[in-house]
């Protein structure tokens, strides 16, 4: 199974930008999905999360900015992002799991995807 990140880009701090996660149809509507980002020189950090049953949970750093959706019972899971700071600027991956629960570990997450670039000027 594979995911596939897209969306990211270069904008202006204060702008927005809208992050696809998309997977085999079907099956990214069974697993919980995470966002994760690795900025240069710092460590992988999660950054948003929607469960199977659509609930959400999210980073500090991004609530009330950053929301996480799904668009219907398959592909693909959103992570719209606004209010967008420069130190928002990293690779965004996102990242599949089974299990039950809020999951903000990246060693929980089984499957992942390619990063999408997001550089947010100042």
């Known amino acids: 199974v594979q995911l596939q990140a897209s969306g990211g880009g270069l904008v202006q701090a204060g702008g927005s930008l809208r992050l696809s996660c998309a997977a085999s149809?079907?099956?990214?509507?069974?697993?919980?999905i995470g966002w994760f980002r690795r900025a240069p020189g710092k460590e992988r950090e999660f950054v948003a999360g929607i469960r199977w049953d659509s609930g959400t949970f999210y980073a500090d750093s991004v609530k009330g900015r950053f929301t996480c959706s799904r668009a219907n019972a398959k592909n693909p899971v959103y992570l719209q992002m606004n209010s967008l700071k420069p130190e928002d600027t990293a690779v965004y991956y996102c990242?599949?799991?089974?299990?039950?629960?809020?999951?903000?570990?990246?060693?929980?997450?089984?499957?992942w995807g390619q990063g999408t670039q997001v550089t947010v000027s100042s």
């Open positions: 990242a599949a799991t089974s299990r039950v629960g809020n999951s903000y570990v990246p060693d929980e997450y089984y499957y």
């Open positions: 149809e079907g099956f990214i509507s069974r697993y919980a």
